[in-house]
């Protein structure tokens, strides 16, 4: 199949399937990589703009009831000092980012469902929804019940994202415990829409045994779930967990999963213009200089600077080489303006920057 021929027909806007997807994913030359590249960040400046949209990342809790074979705060991980932010200690983190001018949070943390649990994200949200800023609220705290779903969205929190880590189940029973169900991840997805949720979702690239049609089936997951939001990056493993200690690192395997993952961003962008897509920071943990830069030029258009706590940092390491541990937020801030003005993008301040998808998938517009 040729590969300019796929391209072309992506860029016109024709509807690829699996085949053709893994085609893109696997450009014969740098100069084909480049024509990938350059097709997708057009199409994110043409409908997008050269704008990068911001979110102050909170990550107010590492307690998890999951034990998910990858992560660094799974259950069993005994490494971690386990923590909860208090309520006034994410209000404040989310009134930096509102200072800051990011226009939006995400609270993150582990896994959990319990009452408890759930009254303290609601009232974090509805804290977070009163303060005196234009602040989009993204939660990230895995799979709930509907009415759960429905309590934070009433409280204020506008967008949600649920990693699936591989669309198949082959490959996610692999890399968790049999607790864990893939239709249950899938039906979380679902009930998030059915709460009216902007709804994300996202992938690790370079998984072992992952092969680039499996990436490329991600892709049509991503498009066939009708997702408003992406957020993948390349697998690093983590050596305190047991895929980290099956699977280490060899020379050379952390460069070919980022250019991996940003071939999956660019063709993510090229068969879904309309969603955001984040610039993860696993894309600056394994190139501290140009990671999520890269990404941005690949056709992202989101970037999460981290607002929490810098004494938490280093209990929440979902994998190795997780970038500025003993950074505070206003140096992280700085950093990144002036990486964004040095390849041409202007960072949205004071938006939410909410996904055009959305709005065309619900039909407010």
């Not at 030359?29 to 994110?44: I, P, S, T």
């Not at 001018?101 to 977070?128: H, N, P």
């Not at 969205?153 to 949600?160: D, I, Q, S, V």
């Not at 068969?271 to 190139?287: F, K």
């Amino acid at each position: 199949m040729d590969y300019s021929a796929v391209l072309n027909k992506s860029v016109s806007g024709g509807k690829l399937d699996v085949s053709e997807i893994a085609v893109l994913l696997s450009p014969p030359d740098k100069e084909c990589e480049k024509a990938l590249f350059d097709a997708a960040y057009k199409c994110k400046c043409e409908l997008l703009g050269r704008v990068v949209n911001l979110r102050g990342l909170i990550e107010f809790s590492n307690i998890c009831t999951r034990d998910c074979y990858y992560c660094g705060i799974r259950k069993s991980n005994t490494v971690p000092c386990r923590y909860t932010m208090s309520i006034n200690e994410i209000v404040h983190a989310a009134e930096l980012a509102g200072v800051y001018g990011y226009g939006s949070v995400v609270l993150q943390s582990g896994e959990r469902s319990d009452a408890g649990f759930v009254d303290f994200v609601e009232e974090a949200v509805r804290r977070i929804a009163e303060l005196p800023y234009e602040l989009g609220i993204t939660l990230s705290c895995g799979e709930e019940t509907l009415e759960t779903y429905r309590r934070w969205r009433r409280a204020g929190a506008t967008r949600y994202l649920l990693r699936i880590e591989s669309s198949s189940e082959k490959i996610f029973s692999r890399i968790h415990p049999a607790e864990s169900s893939f239709a249950e991840r899938k039906a979380a997805l679902k009930r998030l829409q059915q709460a009216d949720f902007q709804t994300g979702s996202g992938v690790m690239i370079g998984l072992p045994e992952q092969s680039v049609e499996d990436l490329a089936a991600d892709i049509i997951f991503f498009r066939e779930t009708d997702l408003d939001m992406i957020g993948m990056g390349p697998y690093i493993p983590q050596e305190d967990t047991p895929m980290g200690k099956e699977f280490p690192d060899r020379e050379g395997d952390a460069v070919k999963r980022l250019e991996l993952a940003l071939r999956m961003i660019a063709v993510t962008r090229l068969v879904i213009p309309d969603v955001n897509i984040a610039a993860t920071t696993a894309l600056q943990a394994i190139d501290p200089v140009s990671g999520r830069e890269r990404g941005i030029l690949a056709g992202a258009n989101v970037i999460m600077p981290n607002v929490g706590d810098v004494s938490h940092r280093k209990d929440y390491q979902l994998y190795n080489g997780k970038p500025g541990l003993d950074e505070n937020s206003r140096a992280i801030r700085q950093k990144l303006v002036e990486s964004l003005a040095a390849i041409g993008e202007t960072p949205r301040f004071d938006g939410t920057g909410d996904p055009l998808h959305y709005f065309k998938r619900t039909k407010k517009i």
